[in-house]
């Protein structure tokens, strides 16, 4: 299984980004993806997580009510829309899936994208 995260850039305060994370092989069996970010010197940080079949989301309190994660199952993609952008939010965003446990916590995921950053400066 391959990720492979697409759609960052440099934004201003405000704005709107759309990320991609286009999954390769082995997809159907996904239980979860999820979207996490990081800082440098920082942990990585839940940003939000669907459950692959059902849809079900979840997000992080920072991003709800800003963000929001969807799938297209024919695609095996997973997108993050987020909107209202703060320089808060700049950090290298990572797709992760997983094949049974999901969640908040990144040690429940198998699977890593290298990533896609996300600026977010006047």
């Known amino acids: 299984v391959q990720l492979a995260e697409s759609g960052g850039g440099l934004v201003q305060p405000g704005s709107s980004l759309r990320l991609s994370c286009a999954a390769s092989g082995g997809a159907s069996d996904f239980y979860a993806m999820a979207w996490f970010r990081q800082t440098p010197g920082k942990e990585r940080a839940f940003v939000a997580f669907i459950t692959w079949n059902s849809g079900m989301t979840y997000y992080g309190e920072s991003v709800r009510g800003r963000f929001t994660i969807s799938r297209e199952k024919a695609e095996n993609t997973v997108y993050l829309q987020m909107n209202r952008l703060k320089s808060d939010d700049t950090a290298r965003y990572y797709c992760?899936?997983?094949?049974?446990?999901?969640?908040?916590?990144?040690?429940?995921?198998?699977?890593w994208g290298q990533g896609a950053q996300v600026t977010v400066s006047s």
């Open positions: 992760a899936a997983d094949e049974s446990k999901g969640g908040r916590d990144p040690r429940g995921y198998d699977y």
